[in-house]
């Protein structure tokens, strides 16, 4: 009787555990998306700054370096290197959208130059450079194969949750797609 009241216990417990590892755990789940929050949120002075000086919103160049960057990175930390490009290439797109966004509206208004606006190259970028490590490391404790259909449904709703409204849906579905993509499936 003791033997089976042991055994049972030892199954709660492991039925307990498995359950708890289903999906990405909630903290780091939330560090993860307040990053990705982060760095869009950079998004509108990057528009800001190519308004002024009329640079495009697309740098291909720019991209390949942070790429390349990124992929180097992920080797050294032993972090999946094409989820790491994918994840990245995710953050420029939804960070485009934004700029596309303003872009589009400024237009619209007839907003002339900005009085002022942030250096590209000195103040911005050096912002988003600085998140990158960061971000790799929070990739780092995403497992692949972890997520089912439920843990998804609530990594859209907390990211919505967590994101700032102010971008939309399009948006926060752009950047969070690769980990759903390579938590889902591998
Ligand atoms: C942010 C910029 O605009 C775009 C988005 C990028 C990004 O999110 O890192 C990089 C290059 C550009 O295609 C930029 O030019 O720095």
């Not at 919103?57 to 032993?78: N, T």
């Not at 490009?85 to 797109?93: I, S, Y």
């Not at 971000?135 to 259909?149: A, F, H, Q, R, Y």
């Not at 449904?153 to 990211?159: G, I, M, Q, T």
Request: with cysteine; net charge positive; aromatic share 6%.
């Amino acid at each position: 009787m003791k033997k089976l009241l042991h055994l049972l216990l030892v199954g709660i417990f492991l039925t307990i555990i498995s359950c708890k590892s289903q999906g990405l755990p909630e903290s780091e789940k939330e560090i993860l998306l307040k990053l990705i929050d982060k760095r869009l949120s950079v998004a509108p002075l990057v528009a800001k700054s190519k308004w002024n000086t009329k640079a495009p919103i697309d740098d291909p160049a720019r991209e390949k370096v942070i790429l390349d960057g990124v992929q180097a990175k992920a080797k050294k930390m032993v972090v999946d290197e094409n989820f790491a490009r994918d994840f990245f290439q995710a953050q420029f797109e939804g960070g485009k959208i934004v700029q596309r966004q303003l872009h589009n509206q400024w237009k619209g208004e007839n907003q002339g130059l900005f009085d002022t606006s942030p250096d590209l190259a000195h103040e911005v970028r050096p912002i988003l450079d600085s998140l990158t490590p960061q971000l790799l490391m929070e990739l780092k404790k995403i497992k692949p194969n972890s997520c089912d259909t439920h843990s998804l449904k609530k990594l859209n709703r907390d990211a919505r949750k967590i994101i700032n409204p102010i971008f939309n849906d399009q948006v926060v579905e752009t950047v969070i797609k690769p980990i759903k993509n390579y938590c889902k499936s591998h």
